[in-house]
């Protein structure tokens, strides 16, 4: 009786690992083609917390070192004339008003050139996969 127990816990094993084995498969297929859309995309994807602070650029277009802006306010790399404009859309999403709010900003480049960005936030704070505000932005040209 022992031995079957046995033999059955093996057997288990042996499909749960080749499971896992397909699972980190499909994990790495689906890795490299979303880092393909983001390669090949000409829209930038940021995540904020609602206080407006840079949780991660998923994809920067201004040049500026993504990492480098992680944990400051999102409206300090915005022009100064420009930095209302991002705190009444926070104001709006927060306060329910809009889940989704455009908006166009300048932006200074690495090299110093203001460049205008057309941006939609939208409110994910409520979905527990996200827990942020999600910003797609891309050059006006």
Known sequence: MEARHIERLSEQIARLEEENELLEEALGRNTRMFEALLRESDQGIALTGPDRT???VVKGLT???TTSVAGRPLESLAVPEDREIILEAYRQLLEGEQQRVGLVIG???ADGEVVRLAAT????????CVLGIIWNYSVLR
Not at 121 to 128: A, G, H, I, N, Q
Request: hydrophobic share 40%; proline share 12%.
């Open 107 to 109: 932006v200074p480049r």
């Open 54 to 56: 840079i949780v991660q």
């Open 63 to 65: 040049g500026i070192c």
């Open 121 to 128: 936030l939208t409110d994910m704070l409520d979905d527990p």
